[in-house]
């Protein structure tokens, strides 16, 4: 893979590459005019969505920072984004081309005034794996084995200007009008930036460690606050595959059974015990090691969840609220789904949509146990997100609904979700949290 020798670091430098990719997208655009002439709507459109995934990925890996970050995010609407934008979108959780040597060296003494040489006994310059927001390389020191990752130079102090570039792609896409689509980006752009913060990262990273050290099956590297900085975090080198790489091999349903509780207690414990979340749940931030332990990684993405949410959120999660219109009605106000100024049309519309979704997707927690391995319960939950991304009459209301905390939260939910499926895992125990 090609590395990256240096970023585009100024907002000119970062517009001018978005502007380049959006004139691609608009000859994309011209050639799908060209092609439904010859060829059907269906065949024309997948094959744009697949020129443009192509070429707003190219554009983003080159920028990395938020907008890469963003693209990882969306890769996981998989009931919303077409197919071909969540298979390269994806790409940015595991395959970025990494920093050359050079500029690694160089980002490294700019954060600590020396280079790696001089506070590690060996440092491997070659990335081990690179991300959205930075890149891991192996170290070692006083017989230690370490995992250092480095950021990408620049990426904090473009957050704010690269989000005001991606606001009308995204504001289209989804359709998102008035106020609450400032705050949905305030609220992104808070996570992001604390993403950047690597000094609040391992003061969470060793909070979580500590609050979740009982939890069965479940391990997490040691951080190190000397060896680590504002744009540099030292941790533990840990040894294991990516969750991904476990889900493609494994044929042991016990271990997957075992991982899947303790992912599931992991996030549960959290949710309801800290009302904070690890809302970064894709199988790049997990490992599974030899002795079928889960390894948990990557704390820069945390959400609080304030009661004011989380009561409303999990009450509509209960069978009996779902049976209840007045409850039912009462709790969709609160979150903000539902709206006094809403017309007859959009209310009904909305309380029917939500309604449909609630009764399939908060099934888990009807039940004492879950199979996660289920395909009609999935199913159900693709079909309904496919068949509301085609609807005409949702997208002529406005999406811009809801709490801003769903953002994170129903994240954590969907990537959890896919991650268990993922696993097959089966009996597992809904409320096992409650006495850990």
């Not at 000397?226 to 595959?241: E, F, R, V, Y």
């Not at 749940?281 to 969840?305: Q, R, W, Y």
């Not at 903000?336 to 309604?355: G, P, T, Y």
Request: glycine letters at 4%; one cysteine or more; hydrophobic letters at 40%.
């Amino acid at each position: 893979m090609k590395k990256a020798s240096k970023i585009p670091i100024s907002k000119i430098q970062r517009a001018s590459k978005l502007v380049k990719t959006g004139a691609k997208v608009g000859v994309n655009y011209l050639k799908y005019y060209g092609n439904k002439i010859t060829d059907s709507e269906e065949n024309a459109r997948e094959q744009l969505n697949k020129d443009n995934a192509e070429d707003i990925y190219d554009s983003l890996k080159d920028l990395k920072g938020s907008p890469l970050k963003v693209a990882q995010m969306l890769s996981m609407e998989k009931s919303i984004l077409p197919r071909a934008y969540v298979e390269k979108f994806s790409l940015a959780q595991f395959s970025v081309p990494p920093l050359s040597e050079a500029l690694v060296l160089k980002t490294f003494k700019k954060s600590f005034g020396k280079f790696p040489s001089e506070i590690f006994d060996k440092f491997d310059v070659k990335a081990y794996n690179a991300a959205s927001i930075g890149q891991v390389h192996k170290a070692e020191k006083d017989g230690k084995k370490l995992a250092v990752k480095i950021q990408y130079p620049g990426v904090a102090d473009s957050i704010k200007s690269d989000l005001a570039l991606l606001k009308p792609f995204v504001i289209r896409m989804f359709n998102m009008k008035g106020k609450t689509s400032d705050e949905y980006f305030f609220e992104v752009q808070d996570k992001l930036l604390e993403e950047t913060d690597y000094e609040l990262e391992v003061k969470q990273s060793k909070e979580i460690v500590n609050a979740c050290k009982n939890i069965n099956h479940l391990a997490f590297p040691n951080y190190y606050s000397d060896l680590s900085s504002k744009q540099i975090i030292t941790m533990d080198w840990m040894n294991g595959i990516h969750l991904s790489e476990f889900t493609d091999a494994n044929t042991n349903q016990e271990l997957a059974n075992q991982i899947g509780q303790a992912l599931w207690d992991f996030y549960m414990f959290q949710i309801h015990n800290l009302k904070k979340v690890h809302a970064d749940p894709h199988p790049g931030n997990f490992l599974v090691s030899k002795k079928g332990e889960l390894i948990a990684l990557d704390f820069g993405c945390m959400k609080t969840i304030p009661l004011s949410f989380y009561n409303p959120y999990f009450v509509l999660a209960k069978k009996g609220t779902l049976e209840d219109d007045t409850l039912f009605v009462e709790k969709m106000m609160e979150l903000d789904i539902l709206r006094e100024e809403d017309s007859k049309e959009e209310f009904a519309f909305f309380k029917a949509m939500f309604h449909e979704m609630l009764s399939i997707f908060t099934q888990p927690f009807h039940v004492e146990e879950f199979d996660f391995s289920d395909e009609v319960f999935f199913g159900k939950i693709s079909e309904f997100g496919e068949r509301y991304s085609k609807n005409v009459e949702l997208r002529s209301y406005n999406a811009s609904r809801g709490s801003k905390h769903f953002i994170y939260m129903n994240r954590t939910f969907f990537g959890l979700y896919n991650l268990m499926f993922d696993l097959k895992a089966k009996d597992i125990k809904i409320n096992n949290f409650i006495n850990l």
